[in-house]
């Protein structure tokens, strides 16, 4: 616990950057549906909505790179992007098991995300509350 709240800037860092990548669904959504899932979506509806969560998870990747530099964001950060992984993670879970083969790597990198997350916020919570020392 006391190494993911040491190193929590380096954390957020990381899946900031990797979370990032999703730019690459606003640019070329097909070709990014087809890399991540192995499949694609047809019509200009799928074309908006693709761009658009490609551009929302690139936003959670950019507040975790701004929050790995401003302290005082961090939880606020942690939480969100945390919520934001735990969804993705469950959707596919749920409905779209048939997407693992390719998508497989993208949830064991958001569960490891998550887990040290949430290790991260049960550390700080405890250090804030003078319960153990660094």
């Keep these: 616990m006391n190494w993911t709240v040491a190193q929590i800037k380096w954390i957020m860092l990381i899946s900031g950057v990797l979370t990032c990548t999703m730019f690459y669904a606003v640019i070329a959504p097909q070709a990014a549906l087809r890399s991540f899932f192995g499949d ?38 942690v939480v969100i992007s945390t919520i934001s992984k735990l969804v993705f993670v469950s959707l596919v879970m749920v409905y779209g098991r048939q997407y693992l083969d390719k998508a497989g790597i993208a949830v064991v990198i958001d569960v490891s995300v998550v887990i040290l997350f949430i290790v991260y916020l049960i550390g700080d919570r405890l250090k804030n509350n003078k319960l153990y020392k660094l």
């Design 40 to 77: 694609g979506l047809e019509g200009q509806l799928a074309e908006i909505i693709v761009r658009n969560w490609g551009a929302l998870i690139t936003l959670v990747g950019a507040i975790q790179i701004y929050g790995a530099f401003k302290e005082n964001s961090r939880t606020l950060i």
